[in-house]
């Protein structure tokens, strides 16, 4: 059974500073999507990984994706306040439409 | 204007009722499904239907059922059987499983 583990939970970070949201899965999937969710509101698309080594860049996030390791990153370059958000990330089973996602990561980004 | 539409956006509700929760697509998408959210959490799957007449169980369905009688559509019946049913309830669909699931605006619920 396909699950899903984020880390870390919460980040606090100041502003211009760089970090990296991590997403692990436990079985074979080959398609990773990163979202975000404002409080209140619901998910907004960021990325859809569909192969080892894809990597995207959208203004200063940049998700990437090794399906050998099963492991995804969402990293952040220079915070800035408007980041400040709450980031998943889901995977699909091979041959299935199920997305199963992570826990979230509460960013805080700190002026 | 394309996109999911979940109505109502809140709903109180007395224990002991039934409660239906609506979703409705106009992006010609095949699969749609239900995910509940708790404060703080993530997203656990209650119900997914990749075709017209067809769904599967998520991994927490007991309490709910659900319905696939139209493409577009896809409610969701949150029975007197559920125990803490309050949650905020998300709506979404794909087209296939090489893209993204879009969601809907959600409804919150609230049982009381």
């Known amino acids: 059974e396909l699950k899903v583990e984020q880390n870390p939970l919460f980040l606090s970070m100041q502003e211009g500073k760089n970090y990296t949201i991590y997403c692990n899965y436990s079985?074979?999937?080959?398609?990773l999507y990163w979202y975000r969710q404002d409080p209140g509101k619901s998910l907004e698309s960021l990325f859809v990984?569909?192969?080892?080594?894809a990597v995207k860049q959208e203004g200063r996030l940049m998700a990437s994706l090794d399906t050998k390791a099963r492991l995804s990153t969402l990293h952040i370059t220079a915070a800035v306040h408007d980041l400040s958000a709450t980031y998943f990330c889901?995977?699909?089973?091979?041959?299935?439409?199920?997305?199963?996602f992570g826990t979230g990561t509460r960013l805080k980004v700190l002026a | 204007d394309g996109g999911i539409t979940q109505s109502p956006k809140y709903l109180f509700r007395k224990e002991g009722q039934n409660v239906t929760l609506s979703c409705e697509q106009n992006?010609?998408?095949?699969?749609m499904y239900w995910y509940r959210q708790d404060p703080g959490q993530g997203l656990r799957l209650i119900y997914y239907?990749?075709?017209?007449?067809?769904?599967q169980k998520g991994d927490i369905a007991e309490g709910y059922s659900v319905s696939r009688e139209k493409k577009e559509s896809f409610p969701l019946t949150v029975t007197s059987a559920k125990k803490n049913p309050t949650a905020f309830y998300l709506c979404?669909?794909?087209?296939?499983?090489?893209?993204?699931?879009?969601f809907g605006q959600g409804t919150r619920l609230t049982v009381v």
């Open positions: 979404a669909s794909s087209a296939n499983r090489a893209t993204e699931a879009f």
């Open positions: 079985t074979t999937s080959d398609r």
């Open positions: 990984l569909l192969s080892n080594g």
């Open positions: 889901a995977a699909t089973t091979s041959g299935t439409y199920k997305y199963i």
């Open positions: 992006l010609n998408h095949d699969a």
């Open positions: 239907s990749q075709i017209v007449n067809d769904f």
